[in-house]
């Protein structure tokens, strides 16, 4: 990295950094999207419904994962930021091994919860067979997915984000190809699904090593000496995106919960399809974040503030402005995009109804997001942890078990919205007060 190409060129900067991780992720969610679609196509309304109620234990892994990537990277970042390039590579080593440990022990705390968590919900009949046969082989490859996602943000921070892009598009390509063949031909029905990611997975994990065996300039793997320090900070700094993450889990819970006992599992496979369309959307946001943040750790780690304020301002600007493309773009599509994954009129009309309400939180929750990365990224946990508190968890579940019980469906649709716009007054407070220390 070079501060006087940064300052010159700061939006250039970004869009380089971010666009193949903006494409890794949006790859990644597409996975979930084609699994959908071919679920929807060949098994049936149970089987999204089923999958999404486990949506909480994706979400899981995904917390634990960027809690310690994320803070781990952002402290290498720091480092080699500073020019300090054996602690850099110390916190490497160190957040692979504690990556791969605690994703080891979430799966087997997932395996023992899994009846009380169908219980619970009132899932039963073929939805309930459904989410034990995916998530029973889904739960190695939430795993790999997690290692794979700790080292991609260490390639990004070697400066290569491109190679870890061309890996995306090699699983989604791969797990296309695998749910077509093992869903749609072999008729594997719904372990078919979960099949083919597991296997896009470990073909990914496989590029990853190569990358690090064979290509890596600063990032080595080896043995190292484990440090409570660096453990510390790594958990510390990325606790805003492990609250971020789970607060969304617990969420999707609270969701699937009210859904199922007022309106049933139609209302959960609408709500659903257009959490598709959010998935998408916020994978964008974290490939803006996870692209802009090396740069904004370098140049706070060197000493540049107002360029790391710069780089997060510019950053903000381009998040809304995708956001409110893809609302105007799917408000007129809606109907079309309904009919990609159902045929049921009821659950369409309920899509159709909802995703124009659903969609205008994408007006804030970009800039909520990039902002606790901003925080995350110059080391201030608790500005980026309130933040990701409020949009993912307190504010929200308020909404969640409120607004349906007066307004029903359109209540579920209406808890983001509001969610998203009470967490920006608070962005902008944190904001400010950040400006004010100068």
């Known amino acids: 990295m070079n501060l006087e190409k940064i300052r010159e060129n700061t939006l250039g900067t970004i869009l380089r950094f971010s666009i193949p991780s903006i494409i890794a992720m949006v790859l990644t969610s597409l996975i979930t999207v084609v699994d959908g679609f071919f679920i929807g196509n060949y098994i049936g309304a149970d089987g999204i419904a089923a999958v999404n109620l486990g949506l909480p234990i994706i979400y899981l892994f995904l917390s634990i994962g960027l809690m310690i990537s994320v803070g781990g990277a952002a402290i290498a970042g720091i480092s080699f930021g500073g020019g300090n390039l054996s602690e850099c590579n110390l916190v490497f080593r160190q957040t692979l091994a504690t990556t791969i440990a605690f994703s080891v022990l979430t799966g087997l705390l997932v395996l023992a919860f899994f009846t009380p968590m169908l219980d619970l919900l009132g899932a039963e009949g073929q939805v309930r067979e459904y989410f034990k046969t995916y998530y029973g082989i889904l739960l190695p490859e939430l795993i790999i997915m997690v ?82 320090q660096i453990l510390k900070g790594t958990l510390a700094n990325g606790s805003s995106e492990f609250i971020g993450e789970m607060s969304i889990g617990i969420a999707m819970f609270a969701y699937n919960f009210v859904i199922m006992k007022r309106i049933g599992v139609d209302g959960v496979t609408a709500f659903t399809i257009v959490g598709y369309v959010s998935y998408v959307f916020s994978m964008i946001v974290v490939g803006f974040g996870q692209g802009a943040s090396p740069l904004i750790s370098f140049g706070f780690g060197a000493k540049e503030v107002m360029l790391a304020r710069k780089i997060r301002r510019r950053t903000n600007v381009l998040v809304l402005a995708i956001g409110v493309m893809i609302f105007l773009l799917l408000t007129a599509l809606s109907g079309w995009y309904s009919q990609l994954f159902v045929e049921d009129a009821a659950v369409s009309a309920m899509v159709r109804s909802g995703m124009v309400i659903f969609m205008v939180s994408f007006f804030f929750s970009g800039i909520n997001a990039i902002t606790s990365f901003y925080f995350t990224s110059i080391g201030r946990a608790l500005p980026s942890a309130v933040i990701s508190l409020s949009r993912g968890l307190l504010v929200l579940l308020v909404c969640i078990f409120v607004l349906p019980a007066y307004l029903g469906m359109t209540g579920v649709w209406m808890a983001a919205p509001v969610t998203e716009g009470v967490t920006f007054a608070i962005s902008i407070f944190y904001i400010g007060c950040e400006r004010n220390r100068g």
Do not use: Q, W
Request: aromatic share 16%; proline share 2%.
């Open 147 to 228: 290692v794979n996602s700790s080292f991609g943000m260490f390639i990004r921070g070697e400066g290569n984000p491109a190679f870890y892009m061309k890996i995306n598009i090699i699983s989604v390509v791969m797990n296309l190809i695998l749910d077509y063949v093992f869903a749609g031909i072999l008729r594997f029905g719904i372990a078919g699904i979960a099949i083919a990611s597991l296997l896009s997975a470990l073909v990914s994990l496989i590029l990853i090593l190569y990358f690090f065996c064979k290509k890596a300039c600063i990032y080595h793997l080896g043995t190292f000496t484990f440090s409570p």
